[in-house]
């Protein structure tokens, strides 16, 4: 029969240029480590689905934000602002609509925050907008006040202390009047000190504002004052800069952004407020690097929790890697659609801001208009069946060829429908590139909790084995744990 041995699944996203070394996928599930005696020390689940539950038009209305202010949700799609307003009827069903508010110039991504009460969004190098439901008559007005572009073209905006802090293409920030966004004086204005490097955008983390540069980061401290309040904290220079301004996020305990300092390639980074760190795998760094200079600049984040897990993920032109605070293991997110041709396409996960209200975790969307609502119960993606797929490490012989005599993979089985049972797919490769030999296992129709996933006689490896699963049915994803049977011979 073999030597029966566990195969770990729970190892995260580690592709390496070398497939060879390692060909480890982790897409559209996430590793989860279980916090108490379990049947296995490490499980895998599946990337929450979504559903469509508004929409504000079609290809034209591709989402460029999304912010809350005061419990409501609001959405940059296409050149408008909207609102999404939610209604309970007395059966308690929800239900959506948008109300569009204004135009926002430009097609790319805003920058957008509130001051509790004003709403500003900000198009980089372009115009500024303030919304405020309070202003009867003016709730959506155009920044014109000289002093706004007086120190160089608007660029990013982060809260303060009642301020709008503006970092501008002039290498300079500036500040609005307190609580107004619609005023703002061309003396209240600072640059970085301490490096000459532009200045790529602003962030706030425990009432500081760092300012990143294109190499390094300096944090600043509001003193108050007449003058401009605010002062750089001796001491606190970081040397790393930003790559990609909408990259730079806020989690519960940290900031992280994609960057790196003088001669360095880019990676993503974390810090507590102290001496960066590096938390991308050198996988994830490689994949970063297919992607030329000014993509990389165009990548952003995005941060929300579920299940218990938090997440926060990288989004670049083509691929997504979502990092999870909680395990501190990396996962790929991918989505699926077909064109205009019936083709169809894989691309990154198509979210392209998430944000919470109504106590849903929401999405504005890369492809249309839609809005949608991130869901743990849901294991589709408006209404698609979502690809999910993960293979193992490589498993080898100490040189000698490798017998596979069985596997058996435990999923939480009996999670079908009563016509229909949940179908995975396995494949193997010898070499990492190529998996051929694909079979599949059914795990049981609803309620067929015993069935069991188990493939045998899958015959010799010459070197090493790397083991793929594939599926893609609308049903319970959860793997548990992966089983092996082996024989070794000598060569």
């Not at 480890?24 to 539950?53: F, M």
């Not at 290498?171 to 966004?181: E, F, H, P, Q």
């Not at 690809?387 to 498993?395: D, G």
């Not at 083991?467 to 070794?488: C, G, H, M, N, W």
């Amino acid at each position: 029969m073999g030597t029966p041995i566990t195969l770990p699944i729970a190892n995260g996203f580690y592709l390496s240029d070398s497939l060879p070394v390692s060909a480890q996928e982790c897409v559209n599930y996430y590793p989860n480590i279980p916090q108490a005696a379990a049947l296995s020390d490490g499980t895998l689940r599946g990337g929450h689905g979504v559903e469509q539950i508004a929409t504000t038009g079609a290809l034209n209305q591709v989402n460029r934000g999304a912010h809350v202010k005061a419990g409501i949700p609001y959405f940059v799609n296409g050149d408008s602002l909207y609102s999404l307003d939610r209604a309970v009827d007395v059966e308690g069903v929800e239900s959506f609509s948008t109300v569009a508010l204004g135009t926002i110039e430009g097609e790319g991504r805003v920058s957008m925050v509130d001051n509790g009460t004003q709403l500003m969004i900000l198009v980089p190098g372009g115009k500024g907008y303030i919304y405020n439901e309070a202003d009867v008559g003016n709730e959506f007005q155009e920044i014109i006040d000289a002093g706004f572009t007086a120190n160089g073209a608007p660029e990013h905006v982060v809260f303060v202390d009642g301020l709008f802090a503006v970092t501008t293409k002039g290498k300079k920030w500036i500040v609005s009047a307190l609580n107004d966004g619609l005023s703002w004086n061309a003396l209240d204005v600072g640059t970085a000190e301490a490096d000459p490097d532009d200045i790529v955008a602003p962030l706030v983390f425990r009432n500081q504002v760092y300012i990143t540069g294109g190499q390094t980061t300096e944090p600043f401290q509001n003193i108050g004052g007449a003058d401009f309040p605010f002062r750089r904290i001796q001491g606190g220079l970081m040397q790393k800069g930003c790559f990609a301004p909408f990259s730079l996020i806020n989690t519960s305990s940290s900031f992280m952004w994609v960057g790196g300092g003088v001669n360095e390639q880019p990676a993503i980074w974390q810090s507590t407020g102290g001496e960066p760190k590096k938390i991308s795998t050198t996988a994830i760094d490689v994949a970063i690097l297919d992607f030329t200079q000014d993509e990389i600049a165009e990548s952003f984040s995005y941060s929300y929790a579920q299940s218990g897990q938090y997440f926060v993920g990288f989004s670049f032109p083509t691929r997504t890697f979502e990092y999870n605070l909680i395990t501190g293991l990396w996962n790929e997110r991918k989505s699926r659609y077909i064109d205009a041709k019936g083709i169809t396409q894989t691309i990154r996960w198509r979210a392209n801001s998430l944000v919470t209200a109504y106590g849903r975790v929401l999405v504005g969307d890369f492809l249309d208009g839609r809005i949608g609502a991130v869901d743990d119960d849901i294991y589709t993606e408006y209404g698609d069946n979502i690809i999910r797929r993960f293979s193992t490490q490589p498993l080898a012989g100490l040189g000698d060829p490798v017998i596979l005599s069985s596997l058996e993979l435990t999923l939480e089985s009996g999670v079908g429908t009563y016509e229909r049972e949940g179908i995975i797919r396995m494949s193997i490769s010898k070499d990492g590139k190529v998996f051929d030999d694909e079979r599949s296992r059914g795990f049981g129709f609803l309620g067929e909790y015993s069935k069991r996933a188990i493939w045998r006689r899958l015959g010799r490896r010459p070197r090493f084995a790397v083991i793929r699963f594939t599926y893609s049915d609308p049903y319970k994803p959860v793997v548990i744990k992966l089983e092996a049977r082996i024989k070794q011979k000598r060569a």
